[in-house]
């Protein structure tokens, strides 16, 4: 008997049947169902009784092993034909009322005392078990009647039956009717099944060894390896003590109805493990999330989001640092973000409500074009998580996935045009680098008016002002000579001194400080620009990640949570 209650088998059977409805064939779902209902039927009734059906075709003897292991006359051989149309019950101890209901079983004989349908029974020659064993011994009807309703009440006796002896006959053990028909479904369940070759008593030693060797190969071909094989003789007795001894072990103990259950739902969820097919490895669900947001993002025209937003960094940032005089040319160029309809003011301009769900961009994407790559992105994605399972699975996870592909490109277009693309304030080094450029600019003014202050005296030819002068150190034979120092020789070694002007210097040196900034600040502004880009493609990615999950990962998540709940629940019911 397995570790796992037979209650928590049941339940588990019964959870995965709900998770696996519409998913697996119906019959085999009827079938579990059919299986979880008899368990709990049968756990309702008496655990004290254990009950064993004699089953076999006609001519087999059933009715006569049952005599003989009941050691008084409680069924009467067909004598023309040797046939058993009802079912006929045994009863040791008493209480089996409610399970014979259940059983449907009419015709009851207690052993020990008269039958109220039956005439008088001979004197009991010998009785296999105490009267209180609990033990239920069923003659079924043949299998193979030509009579339909005996064969459909055989077949349900058989199905609910704690334990299940095979009576056959050194003609027909090799029929397959009863090896295909009957054995070989019940595969896995050889602890419940025993097979009987009666008869025996026509056979030499010799016939009898051979043919059980055969018979338990057939047996074990049928799935039932390990099914008890043995040979009786309802007639001289022979083997009957080794049965009768194997019905009171299996009734003094009491576990043939927990095992046959165990049993049944064990095999009915195998196969629904089966239906289910073999889990994908997790690394694949990851890898194929990753792939199905790179592909919307390609859809979704991402890559040309984040371009226009490095290029309309770089733009801000000569706006911004860039030499005062030569701005202006830059602007003249469009923004790229405003192209695309992204900036934060283009935005509330057409959503002036505050409803995202308005705002749209203006990427140049065919809504066509953008359809068909997300169709195949998600059955990309689709294939790879599904990969392993049943069909049935693959195409309802298929069908929940496609089920949101019209409405991805205006997801995902809404998602790029709610993206916070821009930089959520504009670098301090911006304002100070603009600062320093218009003081330069103001220090280039002062100089030009100095000069043409200069200028407008030697024009009216009036005595110029005193005008400060630079001196630079310069370079002699002697070595550097540095402004302020004693003369020697002619004065600097006959080197004049290199003087400049402070108006003239003013001039020049802005213009030359003012493009060395700039042309500095454009390297930084190209680099604050790549980082700017980064950051909102990580955004955008999370935006499209965001449209993946809701309109794909999450259905295909539910039907692959479903798969795993399913196949979860068989496997434990089939431990």
């Excluded at 296999?128 to 069923?138: A, E, I, K, M, R």
């Excluded at 009171?248 to 739902?265: G, Q």
């Excluded at 120092?485 to 020049?508: Q, Y």
Aim: proline residues 6%; glycine residues 10%.
């Amino acid at each position: 008997m397995s570790r796992l209650d037979l209650g928590d088998r049941t339940t588990a059977l019964e959870t995965a049947v709900r998770a696996a409805e519409g998913r697996i064939e119906p019959a085999l779902l009827d079938e579990a169902r059919a299986v979880a209902m008899r368990a709990r039927e049968r756990g309702g009734l008496s655990a004290e009784h254990t009950v064993v059906a004699l089953a076999g075709a006609t001519g087999s003897g059933k009715s006569s092993v049952l005599n003989a292991v009941a050691g008084v006359a409680v069924a009467q051989p067909g004598v023309r034909r040797p046939t058993t149309s009802h079912p006929m019950a045994a009863v040791w101890g008493a209480g089996a009322d409610p399970l014979l209901d259940w059983l449907e079983v009419g015709r009851r004989h207690q052993v020990g005392a008269p039958s109220l349908d039956e005439t008088p029974a001979p004197p009991r020659r010998r009785t296999p078990v105490g009267d209180n064993s609990g033990l239920v011994l069923l003659d079924l009807p043949d299998h193979d009647s030509i009579v339909t309703e005996h064969r459909m009440r055989a077949e349900r006796l058989v199905q609910r039956a704690d334990l299940l002896v095979w009576v056959v006959d050194p003609q027909k053990y090799a029929d397959a009717a009863l090896h295909e028909g009957f054995l070989r479904p019940l595969a896995g369940r050889a602890e419940v099944v025993v097979v009987a070759l009666n008869q025996a008593d026509r056979l030499t030693p010799d016939e009898t060894s051979a043919m059980l060797a055969d018979l338990g190969r057939l047996v074990a071909q049928d799935g039932l390896e390990g099914a008890r094989v043995l040979a009786v003789s309802a007639k001289t007795g022979q083997g009957m003590d080794e049965l009768r001894g194997l019905l009171a072990k299996a009734a003094a103990r009491r576990e043939a109805a927990t095992a046959r259950l165990a049993a049944d739902e064990r095999a009915v969820a195998q196969k629904i493990v089966d239906e289910c097919g073999t889990p994908p490895p997790s690394r694949q669900g990851n890898q194929a999330k990753g792939d199905l947001v790179t592909a919307l993002e390609a859809a979704a025209g991402v890559a040309t989001v984040v371009d226009a937003v490095r290029a309309s960094a770089r733009r801000d940032a000569r706006a911004a640092t860039g030499w005062p005089l030569t701005r202006w040319v830059g602007r003249l160029r469009r923004d790229p973000l405003r192209r695309l309809g992204l900036r934060t003011a283009d935005r509330e301009h057409r959503a002036p409500s505050g409803r995202d769900d308005l705002v749209r961009t203006s990427l140049p994407t065919a809504r066509p074009a953008v359809r068909s790559a997300a169709a195949s992105a998600v059955r990309r994605y689709v294939e790879e998580v599904t990969r392993g399972a049943a069909d049935p699975w693959v195409l309802a996870a298929r069908s929940r996935g496609q089920a949101g592909i019209d409405k991805l490109p205006d997801a995902l277009d809404q998602a790029v045009a709610t993206t916070r693309v821009e930089a959520s304030r504009r670098p301090v080094w911006w304002s100070l680098v603009n600062t320093a450029q218009w003081t330069l600019i103001a220090v280039v003014a002062a100089g030009l008016l100095w000069l043409l202050g200069l200028f407008g005296f030697a024009y009216l030819q009036l005595p110029p002002p005193p005008t400060p002068v630079l001196t630079l150190p310069t370079w002699s034979g002697e070595g550097i000579v540095f402004p302020g120092a004693p003369e020697s020789g002619d004065g600097l070694g006959g080197v004049d001194p290199f003087r400049i002007p402070w108006p003239t210097l003013m001039v020049l040196g802005g213009l030359a400080l003012g493009l060395l900034l700039a042309l500095v600040c454009r390297v930084f502004g190209t680099l604050g620009a790549r980082r700017r880009a980064m950051g909102a493609r990580r955004r955008l990615r999370q935006s499209v990640g965001v449209v993946a999950d809701e309109l794909v990962r999450t259905p295909v998540g539910d039907e692959l949570a479903r798969l795993a709940s399913c196949r979860t629940a068989a496997t434990v019911a089939a431990s």
